[in-house]
């Protein structure tokens, strides 16, 4: 996919292996961003949502933010067209 979705993560947030199990399984490449890794992350990543928890998930205009699975699915229900941006099919089961 042009332009990776990014997503933020932390070491040792369990929520964020989830997260990335998650768009693995569904063959979707990210671009991994640790905050505690690098502060322009960090700080990029307060800009775009506003704070500062992980699992935080961005593509063009479209962030979740503090996120489990469950919570990532029934955004991407919400909107299809991210769904399709990602290559995931509006029937294919995604939990």
């Not at 990776?4 to 979707?28: K, M, Q, S």
């Not at 990210?30 to 505690?36: F, K, T, Y």
């Not at 502060?39 to 998930?57: C, D, I, M, W």
Request: with cysteine; hydrophobic share 35%.
């Amino acid at each position: 996919m042009k332009g990776d979705p990014i997503l933020y993560v932390r070491r040792g947030c369990n929520w964020c292996r989830e997260a990335r199990n998650f768009f693995a399984t569904h063959g979707i490449s990210m671009d991994i961003r640790d905050v505690d890794e690098d502060y322009v992350h960090l700080k990029r990543l307060t800009e775009v949502s506003g704070q500062a928890n992980t699992p935080t998930f961005e593509l063009d205009d479209f962030i979740i933010s503090d996120f489990n699975v469950a919570e990532l699915i029934e955004e991407l229900d919400e909107f299809p067209y991210i769904k399709s941006k990602l290559g995931i099919q509006d029937d294919e089961p995604l939990g």
